[in-house]
């Protein structure tokens, strides 16, 4: 039996490339559980557009940031990952109450489920992730109760995403990370022996 390997993602679900590797993240993941191991995740929120009202075309804000081989880059990589991206259905979406849902949800346990679910929803199915209307739909679709006063565990620190950490190990940057490199992290922590701490314990008194 494998170790418990901690792992913080920090994303936002409106990223195309928090999208991709969280994916890898997951294939990776489910390998690791297949053989034993536990994973005890947290996800931490960043915004790349903090107070976007969003409702616009994906497909004209990606063309205006990465040209149209970029955008054509962006789709042979969602079609490796087997991920149907449809930027030209996607709308734009300020994603605060997004998070405060995977906040609810990891409270709950669904916490990567329902990532997932809102990553798709953005992505593939063209869903207005900024609508609270669309996200308590996506909540009841994932048997996710609604409750606001769970806190968002925003990540202060970042100025991109997505960020990887595994344990103690340095974080690991990009969309561009593997399912390999990912899957090795998990198994490298999950394996390494604890550190031996000489310490002189007694009583007092």
Known sequence: MKNTVSVDITLDVSCIWSYLAFTRYRRAAARFRDEGGHVDLT??????EPGAVGGESKLAQSLARFG???????NALAAAEG???????????????AHQLIAMAADQGLG?????????????DGAHIGSLGV??????????RWDETVPVPWAREVTAVPVFRF?????????TLSEEALYGQLTVVANARPRWRPACRGASG
């Open 68 to 74: 149209e081989s970029g955008v054509a880059r962006v």
């Open 135 to 144: 996200l308590r739909a996506l909540a009841a679709e994932q048997g996710v």
């Open 83 to 97: 991920i149907p991206l449809d930027f030209a259905k996607a709308l734009t979406a300020g994603t605060r109450h």
């Open 167 to 175: 344990g103690r190990q340095p974080a690991l940057h990009g969309g």
């Open 43 to 48: 996800i931490r929120s960043w915004q790349v």
């Open 112 to 124: 990567e489920a329902m990532t997932a679910r809102l990553f798709q929803a953005h992505f593939v």
